[in-house]
């Protein structure tokens, strides 16, 4: 019987409660309070409460937010890394609207995020 989850499965119940809109009870549970946040353009974020912060700004960006999920989810159990391929297609305050496809690769320490790095690339809608 297993009583622990792999880190797959850590990541899976992750992006099942951000896409359940679930965003901040995932970050406290899954973050770990000394976490380094890595965004595609090279901003370094240092600690949970510096992630909330940003991610409390970057929804505060947002006027409409229209489709979006998990592509795929994947892991090396090995070295605790996992994959997370996603996507949202959203409206900003400045009218802006585009479709963001993302990739996070996280470092996991036990049950929690260490370091997490975005790849990401914004498309604007036609």
């Not at 992630?51 to 605790?80: C, I, P």
């Not at 391929?85 to 929690?112: L, N």
């Amino acid at each position: 019987m297993q009583l622990t989850m792999n880190y797959l499965e850590k990541a899976q119940q992750m992006y099942q409660m951000i896409d359940s809109n679930q965003i901040f009870e995932a970050l406290e549970q899954f973050y770990h309070e000394d976490v380094t946040v890595i965004e595609a353009d090279g901003t370094v974020r240092n600690g949970k409460e510096a992630q909330r912060n940003a991610v409390k700004e970057w929804f505060g960006m947002l006027q409409e937010y229209h489709d979006g999920g998990t592509t795929a989810v994947s892991a090396d159990e090995e070295k605790g890394i996992t994959m997370v391929e996603s996507w949202g297609d959203m409206t900003f305050k400045d009218g802006s609207r585009v479709k963001m496809e993302e990739v996070a690769v996280q470092h996991w320490e036990g049950d929690q995020i260490v370091k997490e790095r975005f790849y990401y690339n914004t498309a604007p809608q036609e």
